[in-house]
């Protein structure tokens, strides 16, 4: 200190002589340089100089590791807090439930998750965490904003006592949807047909003489012209068309149970032939659905026999009403599956005339047509596709369409009209029952019994490939 006092009294000793002060400045140098020269003075100052802002900066980058930590905790917390709370509202709209009680009940289950993550913590964050759930189009949308504080510790001695941090985070999954499912069998005469040409060859070589069965009605006179041949083949052990469809069928509900889609799915099972005929009205226990297959064979009663489709489909137009856009089951979507061979023919069981058959009123012509002109009684003919026009454009229903290709017997002597499907019909009907279809991987085709089984199995994977049949 009493250096420091001899370098100021050389500053203010300007009236001393040129020597003396001369001899003053010498001797004063000297001893400013063995004060820049003491490391002890030096430290000691600069350190006081330098000791706010490196404890400032250390506090500062200690407490910024805080923060981060803070917020990757908060930030973890509200992901898995939203995900439980849209999952739960997901649930719950799939049950059925209105979409303001699968919202409440949603975030009741966001809050009480984020505290549950938060319950083994030391200390716990500053801040509101308010979960938003909403939807957005077919999505269910979980958000949430957390504006956190937290005070800090060696920041202080910069004067920064807290600081403040956002969280933002937002959870997306799929809304369910539901759905209709509306089956339509071809059980006219023509699906009696044998399933396979094995089938096929052993009835036409039978006593039948028949390539396909025919089911009259049971209190219909049994003439030559209308003998009710189911029994025959019954006895001769064959399947029949009918019969692999309607198998198919019910392990294709069976895939779709397993899925425990509740009410999600609804489905219901019809059957054409001059007209349509509910089996099972629309349900969500689709067991009961699939056991009612368990009755379904060729059509046997008075007015049926004949296959009308136009007029079955304008039927169901009316019987399923207009798609919706799936987001509640009042405003389902609706799809058509129809299964057929798509060949038309004109004629019904008609009690009272000599015969006990006659053409159909209700047909409507779609040339060509075979075996007569189209409005008289064994008039065939092929598939009209505009007959799905209405469902797709004014019901805006999904519709699928399974051709299950016409089996035609082989051999010489076959009836006429096998020939002129094999030659005329088959190839177009193919072609329009994949023109009813909505898109062009809605059409499936089968002919052999296993391809059939496989075509259903398909057909049930495309069902559940939409994001509309939310698993549970």
């Given at each position: 200190m009493f250096e420091n006092l001899k370098v100021i009294q050389v500053i203010v000793t300007v009236s001393l002589n040129r020597r003396a002060a001369s001899n003053m400045i010498n001797k004063n140098t000297k001893i400013i340089k063995n004060f820049l020269s003491n490391a002890r003075g030096n430290v000691a100052l600069t350190f006081a100089i330098l000791a706010v802002p490196?404890?400032?900066?250390?506090?500062?980058?200690?407490?910024?590791?805080?923060?981060?930590?803070?917020?990757?905790?908060?930030?973890?917390?509200?992901?898995?807090?939203?995900?439980?709370?849209?999952?739960?509202?997901?649930?719950?709209?799939?049950?059925?439930?209105?979409e303001s009680e699968a919202i409440a009940t949603g975030k009741k289950i966001a809050l009480e998750y984020y505290n549950i993550a938060l319950s083994d913590r030391k200390t716990t964050p500053g801040g509101n965490f308010d979960p938003?759930?909403?939807?957005?189009?077919?999505?269910?949308?979980?958000?949430?904003?957390?504006?956190?504080?937290?005070k800090t510790s060696l920041s202080t001695v910069l004067g920064i006592t807290q600081t403040n941090y956002t969280v933002d985070t937002t959870v997306n999954i799929s809304r369910p949807e539901f759905v209709?499912?509306?089956?339509?069998?071809?059980?006219?005469?023509?699906?009696?047909?044998?399933?396979?040409?094995?089938?096929?060859?052993?009835?036409t070589n039978s006593q039948m003489a028949c390539a396909f069965a025919c089911h009259t009605p049971s209190d219909s006179r049994h003439t030559p012209h209308v003998r009710d041949t189911m029994a025959d083949a019954r006895a001769l052990g064959v399947n029949l068309r009918i019969?692999?469809?309607?198998?198919?069928?019910?392990?294709?509900?069976?895939?779709?149970?397993?899925?425990?889609?509740?009410?999600?799915?609804?489905?219901?099972v019809y059957t054409a032939s001059n007209t349509l005929v509910e089996e099972h009205g629309l349900s969500e226990n689709i067991t009961d659905v699939r056991n009612s297959l368990d009755d379904v064979t060729l059509a046997n009663d008075w007015e049926t026999g004949g296959t009308s489709l136009d007029y079955v489909l304008e039927e169901l137009e009316d019987e399923i009403g207009i798609s919706g856009d799936g987001f509640s089951q009042n405003n389902a979507k609706k799809m058509v599956v129809l299964i057929t061979d798509g060949v038309q023919s004109n004629f019904k069981y008609k009690r009272g005339t000599v015969d006990q058959y006659a053409a159909d009123p209700n047909f409507e012509v779609f040339r060509p047509t075979y075996g007569g002109n189209g409005r008289t009684v064994q008039s065939i003919q092929g598939f009209n596709p505009k007959m799905c026009d209405n469902l797709k454009s004014r019901n805006k229903a999904?519709?699928?369409?399974?051709?299950?290709?016409?089996?035609?017997?082989?051999?010489?002597?076959?009836?006429?009209?096998?020939?002129?499907?094999?030659?005329?019909?088959?190839?177009?009907?193919?072609?329009?029952?994949?023109?009813?279809?909505?898109?062009?991987?809605?059409?499936?085709?089968?002919?052999?019994?296993?391809?059939?089984?496989?075509?259903?199995?398909?057909?049930?994977?495309?069902?559940?490939?939409?994001?509309?049949?939310?698993?549970?």
């Open positions: 490196i404890f400032g900066a250390v506090g500062t980058a200690i407490d910024y590791a805080r923060v981060s930590s803070e917020k990757s905790n908060v930030q973890n917390s509200m992901d898995a807090a939203l995900l439980a709370g849209v999952n739960e509202t997901q649930k719950l709209l799939a049950n059925g439930k209105a938003m759930i909403t939807f957005d189009g077919d999505a269910i949308k979980g958000s949430a904003k957390f504006d956190g504080i937290m209709e499912i509306y089956f339509v069998v071809d059980n006219s005469n023509s699906m009696g047909i044998g399933a396979s040409q094995g089938d096929v060859q052993r009835m019969d692999v469809i309607t198998e198919a069928l019910k392990e294709l509900l069976d895939s779709l149970g397993q899925q425990q889609l509740g009410v999600q799915v609804k489905t219901a999904e519709v699928y369409t399974v051709n299950i290709e016409y089996t035609i017997p082989r051999g010489r002597n076959i009836d006429h009209k096998f020939t002129a499907i094999r030659d005329h019909l088959k190839d177009d009907i193919a072609d329009n029952l994949s023109s009813c279809a909505s898109d062009d991987e809605n059409f499936f085709t089968a002919d052999t019994p296993e391809e059939i089984f496989n075509t259903f199995d398909d057909l049930v994977s495309m069902l559940l490939k939409s994001d509309l049949l939310v698993t549970q």
